[in-house]
Structure formats: C-alpha cells, structure tokens
C-alpha cells in the first residue's frame, strides 16, 4: 500500500516538475525577445530589407561586362556535363 503512495507522489513531483520546467523555458524565450528588441530597438524597421536588396544589386551584372559562362549541369550529375548518360 505505501508503494502506492510514493508512485503517487513521484507522478505528482514529476508533473509540477515538468510544468515548472516548461514554465521557465518559456520566460526565459521571452526575456530574449525582449532584450533582443530593446537592443535593435532605434534602428529601422526596414533595415534587413534594404541589406538584401543591395547585396542583390551587387550581384546583377551590368550590359557592358560580360557575364560568367554558366553551366546547365549540375555538379551532382557529372554525365550532365559531358553530354554522355552512364
């Protein structure tokens, strides 16, 4: 019968255990976030985008420059590139 009770207890100590666990994981993301946007806070929203979109344009080539010659194979499929199936 007192194998009954501490299974119990054990079933109850694991539980609130867990919840607590979980419970502190998700303060702590939620604490992150917050520090996170206090510290990028100043800075402009569209920040991110604007760095895509210039690295982008870096990489377009302009009409006097030729372009690099490109391949149709694919590195993985190296028949591709000599034209010949296996």
Known sequence: MLDVFRFAWFAVRTFFGIGLLILAVETSMWMLVKVHSMATGNLESDAALRRVNSYNTAGIRHKDR?????????????HALSGSEP
Do not use: W
């Open 66 to 78: 030729p372009a690099a010659a490109v391949s149709s194979g694919s590195p993985s499929r190296p």
